[in-house]
Every structure is written in structure tokens, then in C-alpha cells.
């Protein structure tokens, strides 16, 4: 299984959020570029980079963040936050990313995703699986879509998609474990899909549950920062 941190923005700055509340904002570093070289450091590969500042404003905002740790790095980046457009895509590839993931815009506009599905790839374009119960989450969470998560899976699916970020918004930046029980639902029924999870994960104890469920990866970000779970517990992992 991959371990994959997390750095989330606002205001160029490094930061977790609590259940998607912006209200509920804890910035725990000024310099991401110094965040992301600790993670390089220790040896990670991934890094999951989510633009809040650009989901909240339809469009990436944090691009020289994002350009700044691809130059410094040699982190495989995935990027999401305000991608809307076709043009706000290239930016993101141009800028670096390698991967994109697709949330809200999975959920309103489908047919511009399966677009891009079929132009960049399964490998490139991720699905943002976000949700609160049976339903996804869009608009940075705001707002519960009536789309229920098996549903979004499987369409998807049947479009191309190969990996979903499956984050349960009720756990984000809670420190109360993962959704292990909804994870191992879709794992059963959907067996060909890549599934990462997200939200929640706290201890090693998480992380060896999610390995032995049979996850994809698991992005980790508030317990790095507050060090219920560190790098060097990660080591066999990474």
C-alpha cells in the first residue's frame, strides 16, 4: 500500500482543516516547499496537494506552491483544488503535477472528466470520491450532492477511471481512525477499482488495517502534523 502525505493550502501556507470546516483551520507550517523536502527526506514518493484556496475560488490559486516543490523535488504529485477547465488542467500539469484528481467537477460536469479520462488517462486523472454518508460532497465540501457514493463509483468505473480518493469528510482532520468498514464494502464490490483512502487515518495501527483491507494507498496528513503517526513508524511502508 502507498503512503501518501498530504499538504493543504490556504493562503500559501500549510494547513488542516477539521470535518471540511474552514472555520476549523490549523495552519501548522509557513514554507510547504520545507514540508514537502522533510517528506522527500524520509523517504516518500507520493504527495497528495490539495489548493483549497482553489476550491473555494473555482480556479487553482496556489500554482507557484505547486511549481516550487515539482522543481525541488522529485515527489510524484497529485493536485487538486479549482481544476474546472481544460486550461486550469494544463496550468496544473505545466506546473508540475503528474496526476489530478477530479471531484466536484465529476459531479456536475461528467461528461468534461470522461473527456479527460479518455485524452490523459486512468493513470493521470483520479477520481475525488468525497463523502458524508452515502452521498458525495462538492463545492469544498459544502455541499451534499444527490449522488450516492456506489453510484459515483461505478459510473466512473464504466467510464475508464481506474483510482478514487475516497475521503469520508465526517472523519477529515479528526484523528478518530478511518472509514474501514465503508472501505472494505467497495473493495467488495468494486474489485477493479484502485481505491486510496483519506480522512481519519491516525495510528500505525490505521495504516496496517487499511494494508491488510487491501487499499491502494492511504493519504495521511493531519497525524504527521500533530505526530500521532511518524514518518519513522512509515518506514516499512514507504
Not at 50 to 70: F, K, Q, S, Y
Not at 84 to 96: D, E, K, P, S
Request: hydrophobic fraction near 50%; charged fraction near 15%; aromatic fraction near 8%.
Amino acid at each position: 500500500m502507498e503512503i501518501i502525505p498530504a499538504i493543504d493550502l490556504v493562503n500559501g501556507q500549510c494547513v488542516r482543516l477539521s470535518a471540511g470546516d474552514f472555520s476549523r483551520q490549523t495552519t501548522y507550517d509557513s514554507d510547504p516547499v520545507a514540508v514537502a523536502q522533510r517528506f522527500v527526506d524520509a523517504g516518500v514518493k507520493r504527495l497528495h496537494l490539495v489548493d483549497l484556496d482553489g476550491a473555494r475560488a473555482g480556479h487553482p490559486v496556489n500554482l507557484p506552491i505547486l511549481e516550487a516543490i515539482a522543481a525541488k523535488t522529485a515527489l510524484d504529485i497529485d493536485a487538486g483544488g479549482g481544476i474546472q477547465t481544460l486550461a486550469a488542467l494544463n496550468q496544473v500539469f505545466n506546473a508540475g503535477a503528474a496526476h489530478v484528481t477530479a471531484g466536484s467537477l465529476a459531479v456536475r460536469e461528467p461528461a468534461t472528466v470522461e473527456a479527460w479520462l479518455s485524452q490523459f488517462g486512468a493513470d493521470t486523472i483520479f477520481l475525488g470520491a468525497d463523502f458524508k454518508g452515502e452521498h458525495i460532497m462538492i463545492n469544498a465540501w459544502v455541499d451534499q450532492s444527490q449522488l450516492r457514493l456506489v453510484d459515483f463509483i461505478a459510473t466512473y468505473l464504466e467510464a475508464g477511471a481506474t483510482t478514487f480518493i475516497c475521503t469520508d469528510v465526517s472523519k477529515d482532520g479528526l484523528l478518530q481512525g478511518p472509514s474501514l468498514a465503508i472501505y472494505k464494502s467497495l473493495i467488495a464490490q468494486f474489485p477493479a477499482a484502485r481505491f486510496i483512502a483519506s480522512g481519519g487515518v491516525t495510528t500505525l495501527a490505521d495504516v496496517e488495517a487499511l494494508t491488510e483491507a487491501g487499499m491502494h494507498g492511504a493519504i495521511i496528513g493531519k497525524a504527521l502534523y500533530e505526530g500521532t503517526l511518524t514518518l519513522a513508524e512509515l518506514q516499512p511502508f514507504l
